[in-house]
């Protein structure tokens, strides 16, 4: 099976929008919000899962996924899953994308989401050496 990155389909999403091509970026777009916020919770682990300002339960995104195969989010292995690693630059660059989807469409629920992730980023990735 193919790979879906999230870095690649964050990159796309923001050049589509960009290009005033909203409605493909949206197919990318909210396939990272279907995958940010996992319907069913049963087999996510709790430690997976962040609590975000929107309230919702929020699950990072993994690097890379299947294609062909539905993923579940806060799922971070199985076939659908293609590297299952969590990093804060895949992550951030989804956030960008978010937020650039929102700022052109007007669509609120965009930049929530890019705010979600940015908190959960800070919980799971922030240093605690005092550099801020």
Request: glycine share 10%.
């Amino acid at each position: 099976p193919g790979r879906c990155d999230t870095y690649d389909n964050a990159v796309a999403a923001i050049y589509l929008v960009k290009r005033g091509r909203t409605e493909a970026a949206r197919k990318l777009v909210d396939a990272f919000v279907e995958l940010l916020y996992p319907r069913k919770l049963a087999g996510v682990s709790p430690q997976a899962l962040y609590e975000v300002p929107s309230g919702r339960k929020l699950a990072l995104l993994a690097t890379a996924y299947s294609v062909g195969v539905p993923a579940r989010g806060g799922v971070y292995w199985g076939k659908a899953v293609f590297e299952g690693a969590v990093d804060t630059g895949n992550n951030a660059w989804a956030a960008m994308a978010l937020a650039h989807f929102s700022a052109a469409t007007g669509e609120a629920c965009y930049a929530a989401a890019a705010r979600d992730v940015m908190h959960a980023l800070q919980k799971h990735g922030a240093c605690d050496d005092g550099l801020g």
